[in-house]
């Protein structure tokens, strides 16, 4: 049954707190410059190596140790394999020739749904109202019930067991050693066939194979609060693709002279091409995140600062919202040239000629904003 709680807050009191908001907005609003910035160094002197990487990349071969190569960024295609077990002892488990086990663990819990609604009152006040819902869920981590708002919701407090991931001691791809961080790079999971066998207790808890994994509890059809669900995933030998300096018979991250590090894993067979083109790939995702992450900061931040005035207008809700409407447009028209300026400056300092592009760009937004307001303020005399 769900739980509704009300609660109100005056117009003075939220004309103070967002005046105590304006000073977040001020620091999330400067956050975003060096944010901005540095992100754009980062991606050009990454897109810079990467580069360099497609220049010096040498092929190398998996049946031997060619001392020609020690040192140098290479490129390697085999067959990783072990010939150590994972085992993992908690479920009497031991594989042969795996590289890695992922132990994925769940618990069958309640987890509070709190959903929250504000409402504005003509005079400024603003009344908020939370429903609080409750449901039966499987999660992988232990939901805290102590917090619950409603004190009839009891989970256990532990988990008995718990997701883990095991990686095998030592995995080779022909005569070469990979480090475990490479190791962790591969990633063919497939779900691994735990043995028929039928039910049975392990430390007094019933244990039932059940779709394809174990279920700890008594009825796998009608969960009850604290029983789990166990899964496996394992990666078996497979052919992958290196591109690292060759250090002895083993690889360490690359450090071009931009000082970023050059260390991929690939599971199957890739060209050097198709590796470095990942590389741009991966660079342009995460550059293009982080700015749009300084691009929200910005607007976010210009949001605070001018959140006082739409509370004091809120004396009137229709106003109010009609000015909140009114902000929100103007942190987005003021953060875009910002953002395209502070990314132009990022670039002129590393590629000019990118840097160049970026500043047009800019040019082109502030044009676009002077244009909008001018055709705005013919409007009104008209």
């Not at 939370?130 to 009839?152: M, N, P, Q």
């Not at 019933?206 to 496996?232: C, E, M, S, T």
């Not at 509370?311 to 909140?324: F, H, I, S």
């Amino acid at each position: 049954m769900a739980q509704v709680e009300t609660s109100h807050q005056g117009w003075f009191h939220r004309i103070l707190a967002s005046i105590k908001g304006v000073a977040a907005g001020i620091l999330l609003f400067l956050l975003a410059f060096p944010l901005l910035y540095w992100n754009e160094g980062r991606a050009a002197r990454a897109s810079m190596a990467i580069g360099e990487g497609r220049g010096q990349v040498v092929t190398g071969a998996p049946d031997r140790v060619d001392a020609e190569n020690e040192g140098k960024l290479v490129h390697l295609v085999g067959l990783a394999s072990s010939t150590d077990p994972l085992q993992d002892s908690e479920f009497n488990l031991n594989i042969q020739s795996a590289l890695r086990l992922k132990r994925s663990a769940e618990m069958y819990q309640w987890k509070e749904q709190k959903k929250q609604e504000k409402r504005k009152k003509l005079g400024g006040g603003e009344e908020t109202v939370i429903t609080y819902t409750y449901e039966k869920v499987w999660a992988a981590e232990l939901i805290d019930s102590s917090r619950f708002h409603e004190s009839g919701y009891q989970n256990p407090y532990s988990m008995s067991y718990r997701s883990t991931e095991l990686a095998a001691r030592e995995v080779h791809v022909g005569v070469f050693m990979l480090p475990g961080d490479l190791v962790r790079q591969i990633d063919n999971w497939e779900r691994y066939a735990l043995p028929t066998e039928g039910d049975t207790v392990a430390n007094g808890i019933d244990r039932h194979l059940a779709d394809g994994g174990y279920y700890l509890g008594r009825f796998p059809k009608n969960p009850q609060i604290g029983d789990h669900r166990i899964g496996f995933e394992v990666c078996m030998p497979t052919s992958v693709t290196v591109v690292a300096a060759q250090i002895g018979n083993s690889f360490h991250p690359y450090r071009t002279s931009k000082g970023v590090d050059i260390y991929k894993l690939m599971v199957g067979e890739h060209s050097q091409t198709a590796v470095f083109d990942v590389l741009e790939q991966e660079n342009t995702v995460l550059t293009w995140v982080l700015r749009v992450c300084g691009f929200l900061l910005m607007v976010f931040g210009l949001s605070l600062i001018f959140r006082p005035l739409v509370v004091v207008a809120d004396v009137v809700p229709v106003v109010g919202d009609l000015l909140g409407m009114g902000v929100g447009v103007f942190s987005l028209l003021i953060a875009t040239p910002l953002t395209l300026l502070t990314v132009a400056v990022g670039w002129m300092v590393h590629r000019p000629l990118i840097g160049c592009v970026f500043l047009a760009l800019t040019a082109g937004a502030i044009f676009l904003v002077i244009k909008l307001k001018s055709s705005r303020a013919q409007r009104k005399h008209s």
